[in-house]
């Protein structure tokens, strides 16, 4: 009997304790869900409109002013245009101006990793190409606002003629700059607006990849160099214009601002 009496009393406190529990989980969820309302919820429940207090979404950042960024977004079209437009050779001082000297330039092909490289790659698409026609280039902040001085994206839409066929191109360049100063410290060319492999995107095994574009950089910046020094030699001997220099018949939408 004693036994019987004690189950029972153990079974009871058991059901007690489960009780007491659940009313405490429901009670720290309630308190959980009224503190993690936002403020502007209470306020639509006393009788104002939820979509008035709500913080709105800013769809029309591209329409506030650009002056907040230290670049002149003019300028930083131009020089892009100069630059995709295959006349860095004919503007020498786009190069100087625009970069650091010890500036990265990254695509998925290859990294450059001083600013001579840069411009050897710049200087030899005059070589490579028959034509160049850009089409857009958009400048635009890489998050949304102008708020960060050191970050953009610049989006390019050229055509390049290659053996007399036309092939399109479209580019989103990532750009770092030097704090302070209207100076590229770091170029990311995304092609078609795409992440490449790399050690920031898929971790340990872009060490691999990234040795392979650095690889890469290195021996094509000295096959650059030397196809620039030779069309530079050329054209100084024949006294013709550097490639798609102003009047060569490079045809752009941004044509009529060229000097």
């Known amino acids: 009997l004693l036994v019987g009496r004690s189950a029972r009393m153990l079974r009871g406190t058991q059901m007690l304790r489960r009780v007491v529990a659940a009313s405490a989980g429901a009670a720290g969820a309630a308190a959980w869900a009224v503190a993690a309302t936002p403020a502007w919820c209470d306020e639509a429940q006393a009788g104002e409109p939820a979509a ?29 245009r100069v ?26 092909a290859m990294t450059l990793r001083s600013r001579d490289s840069i411009r050897s790659a710049f200087d030899a698409m005059a070589v490579l190409f028959d034509k160049a ?30 053996f007399g066929k036309a092939v399109p191109f479209r580019t989103a360049s990532r750009l770092t700059f030097v704090p302070g100063e209207c100076v590229v410290a ?5 092609w078609s607006g795409k992440e490449f492999a790399r050690r920031e995107t898929v971790g340990f095994l872009g060490n691999f990849f990234d040795f392979l574009r650095d690889a890469n950089g290195i021996f094509s910046s000295a096959i650059f160099r030397i196809m620039a020094w030779a069309e530079r030699s050329r054209r100084a001997r024949s006294g013709r214009p550097a490639p798609f220099a102003s009047g060569s018949g490079l045809a752009d939408d941004g044509a009529s601002e060229r000097e």
């Open 186 to 190: 770091r170029h990311e060319d995304l």
């Open 133 to 162: 026609v850009v089409n857009s280039v958009d400048v635009m902040p890489r998050d949304g606002t102008f708020q960060d001085p050191d970050l953009l994206v610049v989006w390019v839409d050229a055509e390049y003629e290659v």
């Open 52 to 80: 008035a207090a709500a913080p709105a979404v800013d769809d029309e950042w591209h329409t506030r002013p650009k002056a907040e960024h230290r670049c002149d977004m003019d300028q930083l079209a131009a020089d892009f």
């Open 83 to 108: 630059l995709y437009g295959c006349q860095s050779m004919a503007k020498p001082e786009t190069i100087e101006r625009m970069y650091g000297r010890r500036a990265k330039l990254e695509d998925p």
